[in-house]
């Protein structure tokens, strides 16, 4: 069974900093690329990065504008998304998705998230 626990969210100042951390199990977590999304309450989710198996590719969303790293751990199964210069704005339920094999991270299997609320 699939499982994504998701960790390290919690209560920020803006231009603060956070670190998330997906501890992957159930999968052999080194052979499939890894997706961060978030989600607002009443929208829908928002892809934020993405990472190739190795970890040398990554891509991400044009909001995050440089603030936000996400990287791997492969042996350690985790995942990560260091967020720097955070804004109001990226308050959210953020979330870890292992995509389907045809490249879909709406449809992939997601943990239950971490809140992350920027507020002064």
């Known amino acids: 069974e699939v499982q994504l626990v998701e960790s390290g969210g919690g209560l920020v100042q803006p231009g603060g900093s956070l670190r998330l951390s997906c501890a992957a199990s159930?999968?052999?977590?080194?052979?499939?690329?890894m997706v961060w999304v978030r989600q607002v309450p009443g929208k829908g989710l928002e892809w934020v990065s993405s990472?190739?198996?190795?970890?040398?590719?990554?891509q991400y969303s044009d909001f995050v504008e440089g603030r936000f790293t996400i990287s791997r751990n492969n042996a350690k199964n985790t995942l990560y998304l260091q967020l720097n210069s955070l804004k109001t704005e990226d308050t959210a339920m953020y979330y870890c998705?292992?995509?389907?094999?045809?490249?879909?991270?709406?449809?992939?299997?997601r943990g239950q998230g971490t809140q992350v609320t920027v507020s002064s």
């Open positions: 990472i190739s198996t190795g970890g040398g590719i990554t």
């Open positions: 998705v292992r995509p389907t094999v045809g490249g879909s991270w709406r449809e992939g299997p």
């Open positions: 159930g999968f052999t977590f080194r052979n499939y690329p």
